[in-house]
């Protein structure tokens, strides 16, 4: 039987619960994504990318975690399924898909801040600007990558 969740001393919107668990598929998803493309790409080209890409993948899984630990806090149910995920076929394809994720990542990123400020919910606040500093340097590195493909 699934331990039952005490009601915690925060409570949220069903609003940043949603948005929190997309945030959690999102992150599936790029965690899946950017290792499946650090397996799948070789040649001298993909080289440097491939080891960025892996440490990336790794940042990734360790957001879901997080992410995913907040919002059971708060009551909610992390989901199992990721967004569609988009490998990509050419390294070129792979990193300019990264870098829309990454785009999107920090326009969810910016709302989740403003809904949880808006909240007092204090704590996922921070989490999130937290985050969001990683998504920027991520979307940083791959918008750098890009322009040497
Ligand atoms: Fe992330
Ligand atoms: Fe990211």
Request: aromatic letters at 6%; proline letters at 2%; charged letters at 25%.
């Amino acid at each position: 039987m699934a331990a039952q969740k005490i009601s915690s001393v925060t409570k949220v919107s069903n609003t940043l619960l949603d948005q929190l668990n997309d945030a959690v598929a999102r992150e599936l998803q790029v965690a899946i994504q950017y290792m499946w493309q650090h397996v799948q790409w070789g040649g001298v080209r993909g080289f440097a990318v491939q080891n960025e890409l892996r440490s990336i993948a790794i940042a990734e899984m360790k957001h879901a975690e997080i992410i995913a630990e907040r919002l059971y806090y708060l009551g909610g149910t992390p989901t199992t399924k990721p967004t569609p995920i988009l490998v990509g076929t050419t390294l070129k394809e792979m990193i300019a898909q990264n870098v829309k994720d990454e785009e999107n990542a920090i326009v969810l990123y910016k709302k989740i801040v403003e809904q949880a400020r808006k909240e007092n919910d204090e704590t996922t606040n921070r989490l999130f600007r937290e985050i969001l500093l990683q998504e920027e340097d991520h979307h940083d590195t791959f918008t750098t990558l890009l322009e040497d493909l």
